[in-house]
């Protein structure tokens, strides 16, 4: 097995889509038949026909079905990032019928390794020897003069629920404890609380081994959107590892070390957000190689914005985080610069609802405040400066998040002011 996320991935998604299909079938439909005849027997005997279900075409007559299971967009986008699939639906459908765009070529070997599982049948149990043979399959189409170069890290401050072992994040990326990973690096499986790992895949030829920066990159936009999707110390460690196929394992620089002072689990039940969230950061993070990032309006605020955010994020403690989180919010915010004072009451207009926006301006006002406290070393950590500082991160943080998801128009500025504009006729039209 050259991709055992994939297997995984792919395994999961032909059960539920199984007893998707299985219920179809009780509530009514019904599988089309090819009539097959055989030539006339020798005596003048009448020719024999079978009947041969068109298992294919009722797999791909409900594709709206199976796009609405769980585990249908992680296995396309793993699929959409290994590459060879067109070898795969050459082999099977033929030249004429291979999409040229990833997505829908993904989206075309599901249906084709649908159809392969549950070829000429009416009822749609998955058979494990029928599984086996169609993914040896597909591996050997895919992966065929290939080879598959994988690099694993540890990542630090984050846990999955305990019955999860694999969380694929899209992008050939994928959350892995170190115990299901085949051949572990030993320095990472014999430690005595084995890492959560990040493990990047890629398929490539044999002369075009690529160096490890792929992964630092896939790994790093990983990292940026754990830091947006929920608060945590979420760190890389300095050194990770990577190989070719099964073969040995070679340190590599990945991250740039930490120490994790919390640890944040993700619950069963947040893992499909995390997933699609991954997803929808990686392609619209500033500069992002897919094509579908922000246009060009607030693009460089914003992109300045996340790295001093990201910088924040590596600080030890809130304290020390505070001037980069300041900086990063007066770049989205207060243009005009800090002698405007506008910073406090933009924050509060998109951060606060209406009848929270006093008090939010207030306590943002005594965070800007205390960067000079912080410099001077004039606050203690139990003091309401410290809540004031992750109250402040917190804002960041949503408000990055809400402009990369789409929520929020980059032009800050304009959505602040234009709200506050509203407040004040509302006062005025409440005063007449």
């Known amino acids: 097995m050259r991709n055992p996320t994939l297997h995984g991935l792919l395994e999961a998604f032909t059960v539920a889509a199984g007893i998707r299909l299985d219920r179809a079938v009780a509530s009514g439909d019904e599988v089309r038949f090819d009539v097959i005849s055989s030539a006339e027997t020798h005596r003048g005997r009448p020719a024999l026909y079978c009947y041969r279900p068109l298992t294919g075409d009722y797999i791909g007559e409900r594709l709206g079905l199976l796009t609405e299971l769980p585990s249908f967009l992680p296995v396309v986008r793993t699929l959409a990032g290994v590459g060879g699939l067109d070898l795969y639906l050459r082999s099977m459908a033929g030249r004429d019928l291979v999409p040229e765009q990833p997505r829908e070529r993904a989206v075309a070997v599901v249906l084709r390794f649908l159809s392969r599982v549950f070829c000429e049948r009416t009822d749609f149990a998955v058979d494990e020897l029928r599984f086996s043979a169609a993914y040896e399959e597909l591996e050997q189409a895919i992966y065929e003069g290939r080879h598959v170069t994988e690099v694993v890290v540890a990542v630090l401050g984050i846990d999955l629920d305990p019955k999860t072992d694999e969380l694929a994040l899209g992008d050939g990326v994928s959350l892995q404890r170190a115990g299901a990973l085949a051949a572990a690096p030993a320095e990472l499986a014999d430690a005595a609380q084995p890492p959560l790992l990040l493990v990047a895949r890629v398929a490539h030829e044999r002369d075009a081994r690529p160096s490890v920066a792929f992964a630092r990159a896939r790994f790093q936009r990983v990292l940026t959107a754990l830091r947006l999707f929920e608060r945590g110390d979420f760190a890389l460690s300095a050194v990770g590892y990577s190989r070719v196929d099964s073969g040995a394992w070679s340190p590599v620089a990945i991250g740039t070390g930490g120490r994790s002072r919390q640890l944040t689990l993700i619950p069963r039940a947040a893992e499909d957000e995390l997933r699609a969230f991954c997803s929808l950061i990686g ?47 007066r770049a989205l915010l207060e243009p005009e610069g800090p002698a405007s004072g506008r910073l406090a009451q933009r924050l509060a207009m998109i951060c606060a609802g209406p009848g929270d926006r006093a008090a939010a301006a207030a306590r943002a006002a005594r965070a800007i405040a205390l960067e000079r406290s912080v410099i001077t070393g004039m606050v203690s950590d139990g003091s309401e400066g410290m809540e004031l500082a992750v109250e402040l991160a917190d804002n960041l943080r949503a408000i990055l998040r809400d402009v990369l998801c789409g929520h929020l128009d980059a032009d800050l500025c304009t959505v602040a002011d234009e709200l506050l504009g509203q407040a004040v006729e509302e006062l005025d039209a409440a005063l007449v």
Do not use: I, K, N, V
């Open 283 to 329: 392609r619209r993070l500033p500069g992002s190689a897919h094509g579908h990032g922000l246009d060009s309006s607030g693009a460089g605020e914003l992109s300045w914005a996340l790295a001093r955010f990201e910088m924040g994020c590596e600080r030890a403690t809130p304290y020390q985080a505070l001037s980069d989180h300041l900086l990063a919010l």
